[in-house]
């Protein structure tokens, strides 16, 4: 069963660079695809972007310019890096990962990132 | 960008009744199409995928059906763990997107 845990500061000050982790345990990181999907309070969902156990990236259009995925194989775990942030970015940011479906069943817990000075 | 346009809003039954949700896709996503549930202060968790598989461990009770752009998940009879966020998403072409979500509520 593959478990992902999210990680990094919880408040960010705006125009400032976000960065969080997303540490995989039960699986390896050298398949499948990885994906970040935020949450603002009371809001929907959004995804992110996506990056392959081989480096290819694919981002929201929306965030492009602003938006880094990366991955580490050695530590299992991939990143998240959103620069020149403001109050529209504060969210529940989620890492997540297919399963044999193709789709994102599994998921972190989430963590709650606020932009304010 | 596709957009995924769900319906009602909010829906409110009592447990026990049948629970019938909507997602319209703003251009055909084939059978792409995922059902979340969401709870509060909880991750989504993945009910259906395809338009209809329903995916590992989910009950019996949740189905999906509808490809190109109208789809619909049942819950057949309301359990009262069920009463939470249902959100569609579809994986088309990218970007990914997923629709506003269905609250169901206990009336």
């Known amino acids: 069963q593959v478990q992902l845990q999210e990680s990094g500061p919880g408040l960010v000050k705006p125009s400032e660079t976000l960065s969080l982790t997303c540490t995989v345990s039960g699986g390896s990181i050298s398949s499948s695809f990885w994906s970040w999907i935020r949450q603002p309070p009371g809001k929907?969902?959004?995804?992110?972007?996506?990056?392959?156990?081989?480096?290819?990236?694919?981002?929201?259009?929306?965030?492009?310019?602003?938006?880094?995925?990366?991955?580490?194989?050695?530590?299992?775990?991939?990143?998240?890096?959103?620069?020149?942030?403001?109050?529209?970015?504060?969210a529940v940011y989620y890492c997540a990962t297919y399963d044999h479906s193709n789709y994102l069943a599994y998921w972190g817990q989430g963590t709650l990132v606020t932009v304010s000075s | 960008e596709i957009v995924l346009t769900q319906s009602p809003a909010t829906l409110s039954l009592s447990p026990g009744e049948r629970a019938t949700l909507s997602c319209r896709a703003s251009q055909s996503v084939r059978d792409y199409l995922a059902w979340y549930q969401q709870k509060p202060g909880q991750?989504?968790?993945?009910?259906?995928?395809?338009?209809?598989?329903?995916?590992?461990?989910?009950?019996?009770?949740?189905?999906?059906?509808?490809?190109?752009?109208?789809?619909?998940?049942?819950?057949?009879?309301?359990?009262?763990?069920?009463?939470?966020?249902?959100?569609?998403?579809?994986?088309?072409?990218?970007?990914?997107?997923?629709?506003?979500?269905?609250?169901?509520?206990?009336?």
């Open chain 2, 43 to 107: 991750a989504p968790r993945l009910l259906i995928y395809n338009g209809i598989s329903r995916a590992t461990g989910i009950p019996a009770r949740f189905s999906g059906s509808g490809s190109g752009t109208d789809f619909t998940l049942t819950i057949s009879s309301l359990d009262p763990e069920d009463f939470a966020v249902y959100y569609c998403q579809h994986r088309s072409n990218w970007p990914f997107t997923f629709g506003g979500g269905t609250k169901v509520e206990i009336k």
């Open chain 1, 44 to 90: 929907g969902l959004e995804w992110l972007g996506y990056i392959s156990y081989s480096g290819s990236t694919n981002y929201n259009p929306s965030l492009k310019s602003r938006l880094t995925i990366s991955v580490d194989t050695s530590r299992n775990h991939f990143s998240l890096r959103l620069s020149s942030v403001t109050a529209a970015d504060t």
